[in-house]
């Protein structure tokens, strides 16, 4: 009897096609068609190295199989398959000091947890337009948001020019540099948040904005940042079903984020402005930057009301000032903080470095604790109730 073996997968249901695992690969194990991102395993050794680069966790993903999944079954897959009872399958015990059983046990949705959509949020559309067709999108604005001369971002509105393109708040849709790698091989496209609400940049224009950052040797971050008026830019997507915003007019959105994303929080924000509009939002911002300049948004931001954003500006390169982070900001507004993780109606929201997850972590650690909570518990259920979510990169 061959023993069964673990195999690393990625989930459909969750994947954005950002491709970062396939170009972190060391060893070439992932690829992907025009529907998915898929693993292949005679290749994949796993060495994890593209476990952390993936903002969203679909890459976390394992199942204890007979025979591994072929590439041609993980192609047409929807969504991931159940884990089987493998033990069973292949003849063997369920005893604890079974190899088959502790195999089993290694078998799990991600080390994060899986991401699930707040209940009352609006269905997605997703990979209406992939790779092999993309959609063009004219630019209708570049903007300069930031006064920062090593912080360059930017505001680009693209115009679909009435081809349908559903996007909502919380999506990611794909930019198509044009060009080719070292390899000469076509650039993939770069995965970017919306920024904009689902009814356009403009109302019931249907217009999508995109927050970008420039970044120094940044291939398809260069080619936004340099597009004039009127340029042409071919799009996929839009991607993602998780990291979206709740319906219900009662839901309080707690949202933290570092530099662009701030991009989905301000879809958000903008979003319960008009559908609420001159109402009480209960959103709670916190914002973390280098200085004022360097913060997307900063003057737009100051002026939308307290009654509809309460919002927490950080920034850590103040001179004359002590650092402060998004964390720091959590810890000094604890007792707000607090009320909100006990309210069974609050979602949360992080975006932004993979290195701010850490501190607000530890923040909401503490904080939970001062009210008799254990936060990984508590974190647990919210992300199963749809009610925590995280994207960073």
């Known amino acids: 009897m061959t023993l069964p073996m673990k195999q690393h997968l990625i989930d459909p249901e969750i994947c954005i096609r950002c491709y970062t695992c396939e170009m972190s690969c060391p060893v070439g194990a992932i690829e992907h068609d025009d529907n998915n991102v898929v693993v292949n395993a005679d290749s994949c050794d796993e060495c994890m190295a593209c476990i952390p680069v993936c903002p969203t966790g679909s890459i976390d993903n394992w199942r204890i199989v007979a025979e591994p999944y072929s590439l041609e079954e993980q192609y047409g897959w929807e969504e991931l398959p159940e884990q089987e009872d493998i033990a069973l399958a292949a003849g063997g015990d369920t005893d604890d000091d079974d190899p088959i059983a502790a195999l089993l046990a290694e078998a799990h949705k991600g080390a994060g947890g899986r991401p699930v959509a707040p209940a009352s949020a609006a269905r997605p559309s997703v990979n ?72 356009g940049e403009r109302p019931n ?94 003057g737009p931001l100051k002026k939308v009301p307290d009654t509809m954003l309460k919002k927490h ?14 964390q720091d900001r959590l810890i000094a507004a604890q007792d707000d903080v607090a009320a909100m993780l006990s309210d069974p109606a609050t979602h949360i929201y992080i975006c932004g470095l993979r290195g701010m997850e850490e501190g607000v972590e530890r923040a909401f650690t503490s904080i939970a604790e001062s009210i008799g909570e254990h936060w990984a518990a508590l974190r647990d259920k919210m992300r199963d109730d749809g009610r925590y979510h995280v994207e960073t990169y």
């Open 128 to 199: 209406l337009y992939p790779l092999s067709k993309p959609v063009a999108a004219i630019v209708q604005g570049n903007y300069r948001l930031t006064d920062d001369p090593d912080h360059d971002v930017r505001h680009i509105i693209l115009d679909f020019g009435g081809q349908s393109f559903p996007v909502l708040e919380g999506q990611s849709i794909g930019i198509l540099p044009p060009g080719e790698d070292a390899e000469g091989r076509a650039h993939l496209p770069r995965l970017y948040s919306v920024s904009s609400p689902r009814d």
């Open 205 to 298: 224009f249907h217009n999508v904005s995109l927050t970008v950052k420039r970044e120094p040797g940044g291939v398809c971050s260069t080619y936004l940042c340099d597009l004039e008026q009127g340029a042409e830019v071919r799009v996929t997507g839009p991607w993602g079903q998780t990291f979206l915003m709740p319906q219900d007019p009662d839901a309080r959105l707690l949202m933290i984020c570092t530099g662009t994303g701030s991009a989905p929080m301000r879809a958000f924000t903008m979003h319960r402005q008009r559908a609420m509009a001159g109402g009480d939002g209960d959103m709670v911002l916190f914002f973390g930057a280098r200085t004022p300049e360097s913060l997307p948004y900063f």
């Open 313 to 326: 500006l950080v920034f850590s390169r103040i001179e004359g000032q002590p650092k402060e982070y998004v």
